[in-house]
């Protein structure tokens, strides 16, 4: 079992830069694709970014060249960077782990998550 807890959340400007990071206790996230999800009010859980265990990276298109994704095996941690933010990104942010397979659309796929954290972009 693996707890995952995001941290970085908060409210930014448009335009501005910010870090999401989703820390793991119990297990090495290197075993697991990692993802991170976001869901604005009134929405869906939409899949923003993936990151398998051979690091390859899928993107959305709507954050693609914006967004990256990346581990940090010292702090046993999958990050998110968010650049170029605007007021369509806020939303509540979840990480996702999953040790079976690679990156999925699918958030029921998913059988590891974080608490969320806010990320409210002003324009």
């Known amino acids: 079992q693996v707890l995952l807890r995001e941290s970085g959340g908060g409210l930014v400007q448009a335009g501005d830069s910010l870090r999401l990071s989703c820390a793991g206790s119990?297990?090495?996230?290197?075993?697991?694709?990692m993802a991170w999800f976001r869901q604005a009010p009134g929405k869906e859980r939409e899949f923003v970014a993936g990151i398998d265990r051979l690091d390859t990276t899928l993107f959305v298109d709507s954050v693609k060249g914006r967004f990256t994704i990346s581990r940090d095996g010292a702090q046993n941690s999958a990050n998110l960077d968010m650049n170029r933010r605007n007021p369509e990104d806020t939303a509540v942010y979840y990480c996702?782990?999953?040790?079976?397979?690679?990156?999925?659309?699918?958030?029921?796929?998913?059988?590891?998550w974080g608490q969320g954290a806010q990320v409210t972009v002003s324009s």
């Open positions: 119990g297990r090495p996230l290197r075993s697991f694709s």
């Open positions: 996702a782990g999953e040790e079976t397979g690679g990156i999925d659309y699918d958030f029921s796929t998913y059988k590891y």
